[in-house]
């Protein structure tokens, strides 16, 4: 009789290490959603690193650009609200599109991260 083995004790250590996986893979998708997908260190568009100097510097419009993008994205909004074409050929509908896209696909994820469900996994998550 002392080789029985507990069930219940088993059980429970099987529930607590499938709570620690899920609490894990949890952690990892927030991880990257908030430190990748909105990394202060990088171009919100084209992704390229900033140089330390330009950390800290202060930008026009409600995101991140290194400065290719930066010129873009004011072309873009100057094109939008005059309805003047753009000086450059590539400014086509399609780079029209790419701009809107991007944009409505940030306002997605803000919208996402200001979720009730999001705000509740980040709460079912332990911080420690």
Known sequence: M???IDIEYRLQQEQKKKAKIDKAKKLEFIRKFLQCKRCLARCAMCGVQFET???????KSPYRFCVGCQEEYEEFIRIKESGEPSPYYWHNQEWLDVWQNWLNYQESV??????????ELLREV???
């Not at 100097?53 to 930008?59: A, E, G, N, P």
């Not at 803000?110 to 469900?117: D, G, V």
């Open 2 to 4: 002392s080789k029985v």
């Open 53 to 59: 100097q330009d950390l800290y510097k202060r930008h």
């Open 110 to 119: 803000k919208a996402y991260i200001e979720s009730t469900e999001f705000i």
């Open 126 to 128: 332990d911080w420690q």
